[in-house]
């Protein structure tokens, strides 16, 4: 009893201890995400511990843990409904899981500017988090032009991201296309992007990075 009281304590002491030496920070992601996490107070700059991205609805849909302003550990991401559907491990750079949401309103797709004659050689790129984790970390609705808006037909919005050697996203492009209406192509710029909006898994043509092309469409 004596020892599970003084481990009580030493908790309730070390914990006390993080609280007054961390800050809770809230900060926009993108139009409909927002991060909540801890900064040290020596360095506001530096993110230390416990990392949640919340949604318009309330859900969490990351989850994970900062030290010294680096991912640690293993990240769990989740769609806009909740559910787990993607798991990566940030100590190994080892994606653990990944569930292919047939009911998401987002459709994925890549492309690899040179032929690849061996697809198992083939590692498609791919956004830690998922694709509709990416789509909202860039959606916006105030970027649909008012001829899509006004549509009575059929309409896709479609986002083709360039992704360099290096995950980076490079330039994006937004394509609206319709029954009644011309297509409308918009290249936009990733400036003022968050940090995770522009960091991807590059492509790899028999272990070699190489440059590649993400859509999103709805």
């Not at 991205?53 to 991401?77: E, L, M, P, Q």
């Not at 309409?155 to 991201?161: D, E, K, Q």
Request: net charge negative; aromatic share 10%; proline share 3%.
């Amino acid at each position: 009893m004596r020892i599970l009281l003084l481990n009580l304590l030493l908790f309730l002491a070390t914990s006390s201890a993080i609280s007054q030496d961390h800050q809770t920070n809230k900060k926009t992601l993108s139009r409909h995400l927002r991060e909540v996490f801890n900064v040290v107070k020596t360095d506001w700059k530096v993110k230390d511990g416990a990392y949640t991205v919340i949604n318009d609805a309330g859900f969490s849909v990351v989850k994970g843990t900062f030290k010294n302003g680096k991912r640690t550990g293993i990240w769990n991401y989740y769609d806009n409904d909740g559910a787990l559907v993607q798991e990566y491990d940030f100590d190994h750079d080892s994606l653990l899981s990944a569930v292919k949401d047939s009911a998401s309103i987002v459709h994925d797709d890549f492309q690899i500017p040179q032929g690849v004659e061996d697809s198992s050689k083939l590692r498609p790129p791919y956004k830690i988090g998922g694709p509709e984790y990416g789509f909202y970390l860039l959606y916006d609705e105030r970027d649909i032009p008012q001829t899509v808006k006004s549509t009575s037909g059929r309409a896709n919005m479609t986002y083709v991201l360039t992704i360099d050697e290096k995950g980076k996203l490079e330039s994006y492009t937004l394509i609206f296309a319709g029954e009644n209406f011309s297509d409308i192509i918009e290249h936009r710029s990733i400036k003022g992007l968050s940090a995770d909006a522009l960091e991807y898994c590059a492509a790899t043509i028999d272990g070699h990075p190489v440059r590649s092309k993400i859509s999103y469409t709805i």
